[in-house]
């Protein structure tokens, strides 16, 4: 799925490309992809004949600015592609695409869990605070530090620090020396400040590498993330710690598996 870096380094790409661009049509071929909360022909009142004129994000939500006022959000799901094509192209598991004056903005979605909608301004998306927005602030994020669910659970918690999910999770977890099933209220004064710390410096560094390619995720040009890289624990079960050489292993928690490392993460 991807998390914080991949969609701010697909963010980067529309705004090199798509930035001041006029749209002519959107089509939806997928009417799942607005989950029945708006229709194709309103979205093509509020999207058609107007300019791009910003891209911003939320978390994972990609947010269009549209000369008009009105802001389209584009949420990738699990398996959400976009590719940039001067021309219009049947890539595979097409579900919409924009024509502008500066090209196709296509958009593939195999697993059809993406979303689109329009919105007035940002703060209906529900969501929480974005570790590289203004608004996450040492003040803030420690007051979030209250209850005995797992670190990792609530790094993973939308509504409280929106962006991050299992991939960067366990890297932060991993940097941070925490392990994952540590309750939040446990975590000292320090180990609060440490992981406040880290939570942007990983994101940051991955968006440097243009996110990370696990399976499906690729940037506007198709390419791979080369974060896939620079992982430390992330599916490295079995495999020596980066750090100390002790085994990285693997738990499930929350239904989900983590990666650690039990010789640096207590
Ligand atoms: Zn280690």
Redesign the pocket.
């Known amino acids: 799925m991807p998390e914080l870096p991949e969609v701010e380094t697909i963010r980067l790409g529309l705004e090199e490309r798509l930035l001041g661009a006029l749209i002519k049509t959107i089509d939806l071929r997928d009417q799942k992809l607005t989950r029945g909360q708006v229709d194709l022909l309103t979205i093509r009142k509020f999207v058609e004949n107007n300019y791009l004129v910003k891209f911003g994000r939320c978390g994972k939500y990609l947010l269009l600015f549209l000369s008009n006022g009105k802001i389209l959000f584009w949420h990738l799901g699990m398996t959400g592609k976009f590719k940039i094509s001067e021309k219009y192209e049947e890539i595979p598991h097409l579900r919409a695409y924009m024509e502008t004056d500066k090209g196709y903005l296509l958009y593939s979605d195999i697993r059809r869990f993406g979303k689109v909608g329009i919105l007035d301004n940002t703060s209906e998306l529900r969501k929480g605070i974005d570790p590289l927005g203004d608004d996450y602030l040492y003040e803030r994020i420690n007051k979030l530090f209250t209850s005995s669910k797992a670190v990792k659970i609530f790094l993973l918690d939308q509504e409280k620090i929106s962006g991050i999910g299992n991939i960067y999770a366990d890297e932060i977890l991993w940097k941070a020396r925490m392990l994952p099933n540590r309750p939040t209220n446990s975590l000292s004064p320090d180990e609060v400040k440490r992981l406040f710390d880290i939570v942007p410096e990983v994101l940051k560094e991955a968006v440097k590498y243009r996110g990370t390619t696990i399976s499906d995720y690729r940037d506007i040009n198709f390419n791979r993330g080369e974060y896939s890289e620079k992982l430390k624990v992330y599916k490295m079960e079995g495999k020596p ?1 980066n ?2 050489q ?1 085994i990285i292993k693997k738990i499930k928690l929350g239904g989900r598996s983590s990666y650690y ?1 039990p ?2 993460q207590k």
């Open positions: 710690c750090e100390c002790g490392c010789d640096c």
